[in-house]
């Protein structure tokens, strides 16, 4: 008799996860400074007030082939990521990592989604296109976020380009890879039709890996191939020191195995938008944002551990929705001080069920 699973379904919905509303930080200059100190190390009895940060131009180096941007930060003091998927490691900052990282893409704080981090933050974003990531290891200021144990990682996509001038500018760049161990290969790249006001710029990657080969005897390593798609579409205005821009994006990832899991993704699909807007007044500087992101997940095991069908494997889907905003006001009070106010929300809904196998009837 085969093997039946009981239907779950769960329903997480309407739990907001941060709120933070007009915090008010009075702060000298020196403490604004962007002055990064010495790399941070792992101490384990420095006090837990004490927050180191690193920044790291996030320029993927020529021999790299991983399509992994949490890769970006390796080699730095205190960081390090478990490995997971091709596409998926997870971010660990002296040694906390999970829920306990908060990521921050282009100002988005979002949730993993799976209950197993098979989809992390980083594993959404095409590490050609990122300008800068930061990791802050230990409590993060409120003005950055707050509200993470271990620490922080915010990536900034690379921002658009404007024509220095009245013409029209026509910009790209393009980037591919590959190995031949698993065949691996990759590409990226966007293109920008901009004027001196207005900005539209696509950018687009691909990664592909099959099962790659040890060294040696060369025996397959089971559940180590991916693919991945990634799209977005960014529309800017700048005129003196106002600006903003809006980007529609959608990543795919039709399959991607997991060594170290009895359990692969099958499919997983990201929709997002994000809007922001940043300005200069007499009285200071406006900074708002609001987003919106649309997961849809799927798991089960690839054809290596069992086959994935309506038959075989256990399956169980992930459909999760984000939203939130931040405003973010700097008001100039002195030479030396300025005041700085802001408010922030997060939503997270989540919907977990585990779709009856049809051999159970
Ligand atoms: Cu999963």
Known sequence: ???????????????????????????????LSA??????????????????????????????????????????????????????????????ADDRVATIVDGMRMGDGCPNHMNPIMSYVDPDSVSVARAIAGITSVSEGGDSIGGSVLIKRRPLEFSKTHSVLVTGRARGDYRSNGGGSGASGSVTVANDMWSLRYTGSYAHASDYRTGGAGHRVRSTSYLS?????????????????????????????????????????????????????AWG???????????????????????????????????????????DVTIPL????????????????????WPLLWAAK
């Open 35 to 96: 002055t990064p100190r010495a790399p941070m190390t792992v101490e384990n009895d420095r006090p837990m007030s004490r927050t180191d940060f690193f920044n790291v131009t996030a320029r993927r180096p020529g021999d790299s082939h991983s399509a992994d941007a949490s890769d970006l930060l390796n080699g730095q003091l205190g960081y390090s990521s478990y490995a997971a998927g091709g596409v998926a490691n997870l971010p660990v900052l002296n040694g906390m």
């Open 285 to 327: 500087t406006l900074e708002a944002r609001g987003f919106w992101q649309r997961v849809n997940h799927v798991m089960n095991m690839l054809a290596d551990k069992g086959g994935h069908s309506a038959t075989t494997g256990m399956p169980m889907n992930t459909d999760k929705r984000t939203v939130g905003y931040s405003v």
């Open 1 to 31: 008799m085969p093997a039946s699973y009981d239907r779950l379904r769960k329903f997480r919905r309407g739990v907001p996860m941060v709120v933070r509303a007009l915090s008010a930080l009075l702060l000298t200059d020196s403490a």
């Open 334 to 353: 002195s030479t030396r001080h300025r005041l700085m106010m802001g408010s922030q929300f997060f939503h997270d809904g989540l919907n977990d069920w």
């Open 229 to 281: 798609f990634n799209h977005a579409v960014t529309a800017g205005f700048q005129k003196g020191a106002d600006a903003a821009d809006l980007t529609f994006g959608q990543q795919d990832i039709p399959y991607e195995g997991f060594p170290n899991a009895y359990m692969d993704m099958t499919n997983n699909r990201s929709s997002f938008v994000n809007g922001h807007y940043k300005g200069a007044f």
